[in-house]
Structures are given as C-alpha cells and as structure tokens.
C-alpha cells in the first residue's frame, strides 16, 4: 500500500466546526471522519492523501509502514477476548490489510489507580499471547496512571510497525467496475459479544468476539491471487457499511450489497432485530474485505476459505459505475435500499 | 543505539507483585521500573535488553528506531507549552537521546465527551506546530471518545519513527569511569511550571515549562563529538536522579553528582525549598543528559553551549568505579549523600 498512490479529489470539503466532542467522534463513522477531515489532516498536513488504516514512511530510504490505535473497550473483558487481544490484534490487521508484514508493536498503558494488578498482569498476558500467535514482537512501550475514577481501569494505545509486501498493491484509485467484495467470514460477533457482556440488555446467547489476526488469511489470499487484489480494510468500527461507504467514496464508484450473502450468525441476527442495531453497522475485529478484480475473485475466495477460519467466507457484493460514491444493499426480493455510513454510536467504547 | 549491546546482567530480579496500581506506577520513578522489569519485559520478551527510551527494529533489513509516550498532564495547559507540545517533544527527544533522526509520528487521542472543540483544535495545532519546528511529520493517527468525567479532557499518545545516526554508538555499557556528565540546562522548570499551573500552592514564579526539541543541541555535539559520546537520556519524570540512579545501574558503575554546578533556576530553588522536594527529582521536557569521554568533554560542552537554549549546559558529574550501582552528590562544602531514584509520587502526572 502506498500513500503516494494518486486518488479522485474529495467531493466536499470537510470543516470541523463542532461545538464538542460528542461520543460519536469516536465512533468510527462519520462524526469520526469530520474530525479526521476538518481538523487533524488539514493540520498535520495530510490533506489529500487517503485516509487509509496505515502509512507508509520512509526511514533512511527503506518503507515502513505504520499505523497506531487507542483501545478503550468496556468492559476489559468479554467472551473470546479483552481489551489487550484487541490491541494486538486490532494493530496487526491494520498492517495486513494494508498489504505489510507486522514486524513490530509498541503499547501505552493509561492505568487507574487502584486497578488490581493481576487485571494487570491478565492484560499484559493476554498480549504477550496474541502478539506470540499473530508473529509480531513487543518491544518498548509507557505507562502513566490517573486518579481513581478515570480510565475505567485501563486504556492501551498500540502503534505497529510492518514491511511492505512488495506483491501488494492495493488503493481505493485502482478499483474498477465489475471487481468483486469479498467478506471473510460472519460479521457482528465482536460488537454484540462486548454489548451482551455489559448487561444491560437481558439476553443471552452463545456468541464471542471474533478478535483475531486476519494474518493467515491475508496471506493465503496474498499468495495464490496477489495480481488481482485492488484493496483490503478490516470493517472495526462502524462496521462493513462504514468500511464500504469509505470504499465508495475513495474510489469514486459504487458498490453493490449482496445483503443475503452477507454471512451473519442466527444469534447475531437475531440481538440486532430485537435491538433495532443493522448488522452492517456493527463492529467486527476479526475480520476484513477485499476487492479483487473478477478473473482472480473465484481464486481469491477460495484461498481465504482454504484457511482455517476462513470457511465462512463469501462474495457479498460487486463494484459499480453508478450511483457513484454510494453503496447500494440488494434484498433477495427484489428490493434495494442505500446503506449509509455510520451515524452516531449505538455502540460505544466498543474496540 | 542498539539493542543488542551486551550489558552487565541486573543485580536482582524484580517481581511485579504489587496488589494495586498505584500513582507511582506511572511516576517514572522505582514503581514504574518494577512494573516494567517486574511485568512487562518478562512477558513481552524483552528480558534482559536494556530498558531505553527506545527500541530499534530492522524491518525489511533496515534499522528503525521507535519510541512510544503516553501523556495525561493536567492542566491540559501551562506556562510555555501544553499537552499537545509535551506530546511531540516528548516523543522527538526520546528518538533524538537514543542517536536517531525523527522522521515521522502517530499519535492516538483518547478525548472527553464534553470536550470543546476549540480546546481540541488548539492542541492539534500546538502539536502541528511543535512537529513542524521539530522536523518531525505527523502521519497517522487514531481517536476514541469516553463518557463525559473520564479521560480530563484528553490523553494523548504519540509514537515516533527514527533512522539511526551511525555515528552515535550510545549504551550504558561502553560508559568508562572519568567519563564526564553534562547537563543541557537548568533543571526543574517543567515540574515547578506545572505544579504552579494547578493552584494548589499559593505561589507565584515568573517560570515556564522547558518544553522543546533538544535536537539542535544533540545534533551540535554529535557534529563536534559524536566519537567520545557514550550515553544520553532526557531527564523526564524522575528527574535526573533517576536518569542518573538508571545509568548507575546499566553500567555498574558510580556517578559523582557535583551538586553546586547543576543549573537551577532561584525560582525553582525557592519552591523546591518551601514544599520540599528535592530538584533533582523534578521533571523536564526540554533538557538531557550526555555522558562523554574526559578527551571530548571540553568539545561536546562548547557544542552544546554554541547553539541557542543551550548557554546554560554544563558538567555536572563524572562516572567513578566506585560505589557502583549508586549517585553520590558532592556539595561544595566537603558533605556527600546518596541521591536516591525517586521513590512514590510527589508531583503526579506531569506529562
């Protein structure tokens, strides 16, 4: 992946005039993307280069590709995983999807006093075993501590750095009509899990956050269909309509939703009927799309399902001229609706 | 620096026993090393490499210095800087102390709902304007929202990217005894600044934080005496009698402190005197500490004093054989003591 890759110009100019920061800036959506946009990019320079999961820096003539994430889930703890495999975790998938091998991880702790230290020592455990599955090491990092009352026990930023994979050239610009959206597997799971774990909502069902690292089938797909990949994303927050919504808008074209070949759990299905939450607005964090370009989309499915982990994945939708900039979710029934980028957060602190 | 110089092994194992986190724990000061030595490096692998301010990866067979820093000061603003500024200097000095050139940055913001929005846009610009002055480029990055009474408005992390400077040959272990210890500047103006700025004492001084970048000052005596330089460390949180406590115990040697040369500002002195905290304690953001060969000394304290902010350099010290592992301070009238690493909190978070 390359931040020097030429792209259409933005439609509209953002400007970041909100009164406060709202939960929904965090959200991933497009509160998010208005802060992005209107404040840090103009002024960190940015302006004009996509807003990709990573970047890539030259370092004594060498690319390194590098990309940073704050965690504040709550609670710390949930069905498959916690905040600390979320933070490896989350880190690595942003470098695989971004076409680099993970090399390396640093991590912050911002810590409450008072916080008991084997929840600790759980943590930093929890990721020392998933920086060990995902292959990538932990070299350095900080910790600061706040009064009690702040924090919520902890907060982690992670920032990894990777290599490029020189076989990958993936950008929102080489997206073409006709190429195919390839999902890796169900979606939901990860934000429903961390919802139910709250209790605040009486129901139970047998769900865990898919929290992994996408790694093995990135490269499974890297390695049997490699020429034909045009781009990758991990749809975390803000779900797949954000992720595909951000596609749309890069690439200036349009995508069409298979909506009923998007693999979704019957429990799954289920909160979000009840909870009046779209799926495709859900967070997932183990997870990613690809666009492959049709000669190479068989292929290219068949060497993510070839993983373990990576059966449930399907073709769920397709790459169209019109309506430009917009996504377009198809029902088995004929019927067809636009899918809008998140708006809000029905979910919060839910990575 | 590498990270793979050999180093006299630790004197004891320390383990992370502790019940609860503690505001100490983020204090920089024997808490913190516990953590990370008890913790942190056993789990993430890390043992026995020294603990710097930064590690050095080789990604796709290049060397690449990285260092990360979270920042929780309160208040958010201060006399001659502001979280935003801290969070970029901090950064950039790390990777300028450990003999590498920035080259880029992420920072990740974890922000209070409730913020204002001008507040937000004030510390953006602050750190675009630090990076820029700094020679540093801020490429990525990441936000998270917390519900309004978390997170005191913001917490910020920044990750920084460096290529090593091949002359700089930095490590505790290539430190010999007569080697000479020099100080940038005066010490204790961050720490005072800020206490100042809480109002929690009745004190007015006419200060401000030292926040900056000490890359011109480092890159002048790297230019005039990278050969004799042996180690540097910035003298953040704990002060320089923990950057010197930490050099003691990576070298296995003695440090003589000559107490009467270390620049203080009056200002500084009163209030460290009227609440009784010792200077050496107290933490900077713009100073470091550089050990050099007794042949270069001379050299390396005139680079330093030939570059603007750094008039007020001096020598300080000098590393003997004895007693090892331990600071001594020498007071002008034929006294000594033991200067102790900083032991609990007194001037909680800082940066």
Redesign the interface.
């Known amino acids: 992946m390359s931040?020097a890759e030429p792209l259409p110009p933005p439609v509209e100019t953002v400007r970041?005039?909100?009164?406060?920061?709202?939960?929904?800036?965090?959200?991933g959506g497009k509160a998010?993307r208005r802060?992005?946009e209107g404040?840090?990019a103009p002024?960190?320079?940015?302006l004009g280069t996509p807003l990709t999961d990573?970047?890539t820096?030259?370092?004594?003539?060498?690319?390194?590709v590098?990309?940073?994430?704050?965690?504040?889930v709550r609670p710390l703890q949930f069905r498959g995983g916690s905040i600390g495999t979320l933070a490896v975790h989350g880190t690595v998938n942003d470098l695989v999807v971004s076409g680099a091998s993970p090399?390396?991880l640093?991590?912050?702790?911002?810590?409450?006093?008072?916080?008991?230290?084997d929840v600790?020592?759980r943590e930093?455990?929890a990721?020392?075993d998933a920086?060990r599955r995902s292959g990538i090491?932990?070299?350095?990092?900080?910790?600061?501590?706040?009064?009690h009352?702040?924090?919520?026990g902890m907060?982690i930023?992670t920032?990894g750095?990777?290599?490029?994979d020189r076989r990958v050239r993936c950008a929102a610009a080489s997206v073409r009509p006709g190429d195919q959206v390839i999902l890796s597997g169900p979606i939901g799971d990860h934000g429903i899990t961390v919802l139910l774990a709250r209790g605040d909502v009486d129901l139970d069902a047998e769900l865990q956050s898919d929290t992994r690292s996408v790694g093995p089938l990135v490269a499974s797909l890297v390695e049997e269909a490699a020429h034909g990949l045009r781009w990758m994303r991990d749809p975390t927050r803000g779900g797949v309509a954000t992720a595909l919504n951000e596609l749309a808008r890069d690439s200036g074209l349009g995508v069409a939703l298979f909506e009923e070949r998007v693999p979704v759990r019957d429990a799954v299905r289920g909160a979000c009927e009840l909870l009046g939450l779209d799926v495709l607005h859900i967070a997932n964090e183990g997870q990613f799309l690809a666009v492959v370009a049709p000669a190479d989309a068989e292929r290219a499915l068949d060497a993510i399902r070839a993983v373990p982990g990576g059966e449930g994945a399907a073709v769920i939708g397709e790459i169209r001229d019109t309506p430009a900039r917009t996504v377009i979710g198809f029902s088995p029934f004929g019927g067809s609706r636009v899918i809008e980028m998140l708006v809000g957060?029905p979910l919060?602190?839910i990575c």
């Open positions: 931040i970041f005039r909100d009164a406060q920061i709202e939960m929904a800036h965090g959200a998010s802060l992005v404040l840090f002024l960190f320079g940015s990573a970047a820096v030259a370092v004594a003539g060498t690319d390194v590098i990309t940073t994430d704050a965690f504040v090399c390396a640093v991590a912050t702790f911002v810590l409450e006093a008072g916080l008991p230290g600790l020592e930093a455990r990721m020392a920086a090491s932990i070299v350095g990092g900080d910790t600061k501590v706040v009064e009352g702040k924090a919520d907060y930023t920032t750095l990777g290599a490029p957060d919060p602190r």
